[in-house]
């Protein structure tokens, strides 16, 4: 079946960086847009950044933009999201996505920037 894990989260402070990344099973890989969503507590889930299939576009919330790169390498079957300059608005559950005809979600991984 069909599985994305998260990993990389934590707990740090406000201008530091983070590498989460989200290892794929059970899939083509290539034929699925990835992309990156967070939720805060008491919020919905928002877009962060989406890559597609070739890794060549790219799409960013702007509340992000500048700070956050979202990479992809297809060999491994993983997709990253740099995160630089975090600040405590960035507080959230990060889940990877990969869409083809349907969704896939992993579990998530909590990441929280202290001031």
């Known amino acids: 079946q069909v599985q994305l894990v998260e990993s990389g989260g934590g707990l740090v402070q406000a201008g530091v960086s983070l590498r989460l990344s989200c290892a794929a099973s059970g899939l083509t890989f290539s034929n699925y847009v990835l992309g990156w969503f967070r939720q805060a507590p008491g919020k919905e889930r928002e877009f962060v950044a989406r890559?597609?299939?070739?890794?060549?576009?790219?799409d960013y919330a702007d509340s992000v933009k500048g700070r956050f790169t979202i990479s992809r390498d297809n060999a491994k079957k993983t997709v990253y999201l740099q995160m630089n300059s975090l600040k405590p608005e960035d507080t959230a559950v990060y889940y990877c996505?990969?869409?083809?005809?349907?969704?896939?979600w992993g579990q998530g991984t909590q990441v929280t920037v202290s001031s």
């Open positions: 996505s990969a869409t083809d005809v349907i969704a896939y």
């Open positions: 890559i597609s299939r070739s890794g060549s576009n790219f």
